[in-house]
């Protein structure tokens, strides 16, 4: 059973301090107390089990008597919430000036070609990302809302992939690479011809 009562001000902070007696705890520290005193007093060492509650030699629980409850604060911050509208995949055709010219996949329709082209301001992207574009860099385009504060507010953030640009000659590298391969497999595309005919 527990009894709570307000006190006027904390030594703390000067605000009221709600404060929880745990009354079952304090009759146990009481009644401890009671026969320890007991004992010391009276010259014998026998004393009747009924006498001592079976829980005496073990020390007090941790949480016993009063306590303090904690209030939770009323500047608490909610985690801001995002909810994206709409997400591209592009890859930089150009860069003219301040623009940004590049094709773009529509992710949220989930298409896997790009069928669609825009000019993109460079003051869109971070300062770091800015360093990144250049024709065939990949970026995603992101628009949406963003909960924070009680407040709702649109936003456009472009994020460049930082993965290396394959350049022409690792291309064709790869290309050759693949064909070796296969020919290895398969054979070579002479001999299948000339088997086959």
């Known amino acids: 059973m527990q009894t709570e009562f307000e006190s006027s ?22 009644k401890k107390r009671a026969l320890i005193l007991r004992n010391q007093s ?19 629980p941790e949480e016993v008597g009063i306590r303090p409850l904690r209030f939770p604060q009323s500047h608490v911050r909610i985690a801001p919430r995002e909810i994206t509208l709409q997400e591209w995949e592009g890859r930089v055709v150009q860069i003219q000036g301040r623009l940004v010219i590049a094709r773009l996949v ?46 709702k507010e649109r936003f456009a953030r472009v994020i460049v992939r930082r993965l290396p640009i394959w350049t022409a000659r690792e291309m ?11 020919d290895a497999i398969f054979g070579a595309s002479e001999d299948r011809a000339a088997s086959a005919g």
């Open 172 to 182: 064709s590298e790869a290309d050759r690479e693949a064909s070796e391969l296969h």
């Open 106 to 151: 529509d992710i949220t329709a989930g298409d896997t070609e790009e069928a669609e082209e825009v000019e993109l301001p460079l003051d869109d992207v971070t300062e770091a990302d800015q360093a990144l574009l250049r024709p065939g860099a990949i970026f995603r385009w992101i628009i949406g809302y963003s909960y924070a504060s009680g407040r």
């Open 9 to 30: 001000s904390s030594p703390t902070n000067g605000k009221a301090l709600r404060v929880t007696f745990d009354a079952d705890a304090v009759k146990y520290r009481q």
């Open 42 to 60: 009276v010259d014998n060492t026998s004393v009747g089990s009924e006498d001592i509650d079976p829980r005496a030699d073990l020390p007090a």
